[in-house]
């Protein structure tokens, strides 16, 4: 009997940047080795042979209308009842995240047979008295949920807190699983170039190197600032490696509002995958702030643990039990000023090494894609 075959659909893939357009490529590649056929299908722009063996990607006309007319014809084409693994976030799918059609179509693709299951990124914007403006949107949001939640045989979550926010919208008896988010900046094994790498770092050893990986955007730059403002009191001898889009820019508006950081910073722009990674391995410490806490959704930061790096995070409403048995230094999210004193004692504590495979084995224990798999394999049978 042949392998089931996996159809994936996903608002971007790449070459189109984001987290999920990563994620579901290597997903694909985990199911393809795993000898399951795979489909991808998409409204990015991508090249048919672009997912390597075993995976084939179609590109969507587009996410509304006639569009998902001829996308239903063309899965129609393959035998049923045809498995449907959504990558869903609003607004993912177009129409600036209110692509209700979208979601009635797959419900309608439920109802003709179809095994439908919805792995929930992001479930729907919150409402919020801040921008009054947005709350039709969330409103808009908790109806797709509901329609996708009705459409799915099973329910997979990027983090377990998703789940009490999306069993009121749920059928009875709803499965509801957690599929971690694993690093898309795998480990590269290649000490050689990673000593090279740090020699530059550190001059030669004379400084501490502290890192943060991020896109430096508005809610999360604000809190690194406090943190980094901070830590050159207590690390004036520090060297600050800025990974990530935006990099430079962040340093730049930091050199203007403080001299002590006129020689602090390191920004390299952009790195392939490799490259990032020997630039994790080789610093001292991380600095990850987000204001709703540490998780798996947070991509910058389950690389710094697949590259073992020792890191100082934030705790806050998104961050689950798991994390209470990490070696993370974990600070309140409302209080970032404090990564600081942990970043600082991190580096103190030394036994560097020990602490970077201490933080590898917590990734490879809970987040590796190899939980992943194992998970979406044992649904394998149920519809």
Known sequence: MSAPAWHLLTGEYPPEGGGIADYTQLLARALADAGRPVHVWTPARVEPASGGEGVAVHRMGGVSGAALREAGAALDRFPAPRRLLVQYAPQAWGLRGLNVPFCRWLLARRRAGDDVRVMFHEPFFPFGWQRPQRNLLAGVNRWMASLLLQASTRAYLSIAAWEPLLRPLAPAGLAFTVLPIPSTIPFADHPENVQVTRDVLTGGGKHPVFVHFGTYGDMIAPMLVTALTALIDRRPDARVLLLGSGGAAFADLLRARDARFADVFWTPGYLGAEALSWHLQASDVAIQPYPD???????????????????????????????????????????????????????????????????????????AMEHTMARLLADEGGG
């Open 293 to 367: 806490g540490a998780d798996t959704r947070r991509t910058t930061l389950m690389a710094c643990l697949a590259n073992g790096v020792p890191t100082a995070t934030t705790r806050g409403r998104f961050t689950d039990s798991v994390w209470d048995a990490s070696p993370l230094r974990m600070e309140s999210a409302d209080r970032p000023v404090r990564l600081a004193d942990a970043a600082a004692e991190l580096l103190a504590t030394g036994g560097r090494e020990r602490i970077s495979a201490q933080t590898r084995e917590f990734y490879l224990a809970n987040f």
